[in-house]
């Protein structure tokens, strides 16, 4: 199975900065990398898809990079619906896998 | 507007059984597969199972495969999961999803012991 290690699992920011999550795979994955956005009680929500593909209606703060094994996830200029938890999904093969989750939190 | 929603989810004991459905409207249903994801309390996602758009090709977790079974029915909109031999690890919401792009809400399923 492909493992997905995402850091940090918590990070604290203030509105208006820029943060960056990363997610490495254990194999490559070439560009088979998703990011959600969870927030409390509600389904996953895609942002970003084939990496660095940003789903209809996200906001283009939002980014993804990266290819192969290291990934990562940009928010510029954090809102306070940014909030949330971000987990990262490698769907190159079965079993699909996902990483462990970042709780992004206000400082 | 593309919706998943589903049932079937509730309290059951160890050992015992349960039916998920999710109905699906808003796309041309046998045209994409289908996944069903777990969140147990507190925890991270997990990937449970998927099927193709014509259900000939099925996947599970190692976690779950044996007990759980996927299947579909494309007249009606329809995609199930079939669990049995239910333990408290199974405990969890359970999203239905097409493909990864659209989740439904989620339906809670509780194993007591």
């Known amino acids: ?107 | 507007e593309v919706q998943l929603v589903e049932s079937g989810g509730g309290l059951v004991q160890s050992g015992g059984s349960l039916r998920l459905s999710c109905l699906a409207s808003g796309f041309p249903f046998s045209h994409y597969s289908l996944n069903w994801f777990r969140q147990a309390p507190g925890k991270g996602l997990e990937w449970v199972s998927s099927i193709s758009n014509t259900g000939t090709s099925t996947y599970y977790a190692d976690s779950v495969r044996g007990r759980f079974s996927i299947s579909r029915d494309n007249a009606k909109n329809s995609l199930y999961l079939e669990m049995s031999s239910l333990g408290v690890d199974d405990t969890a919401v359970y999203f239905c999803a097409r493909e990864i792009t659209y989740w439904g809400q989620g339906n809670l399923v509780a194993v007591s012991s």
């Open chain 1, 1 to 107: 199975d492909i493992q997905m290690t995402q850091s940090p699992s918590t990070l604290s920011a203030s509105v208006g900065d820029s943060v960056t999550i990363t997610c490495r795979a254990s194999q490559d994955i070439v560009t088979w990398l998703a990011w959600y956005q969870q927030r409390p009680g509600k389904a996953p929500k895609l942002l970003i898809y084939k990496a660095s593909v940003l789903e209809g209606g996200v906001p283009s703060r939002f980014s993804g990079s990266g290819s192969g094994t290291e990934f990562t996830l940009t928010i510029s200029s954090l809102q306070p619906d940014d909030f949330a938890t971000y987990y990262c999904q490698q769907y190159n093969g079965y079993p699909y896998t996902f990483g462990q989750g970042t709780k992004l939190e206000i400082k």
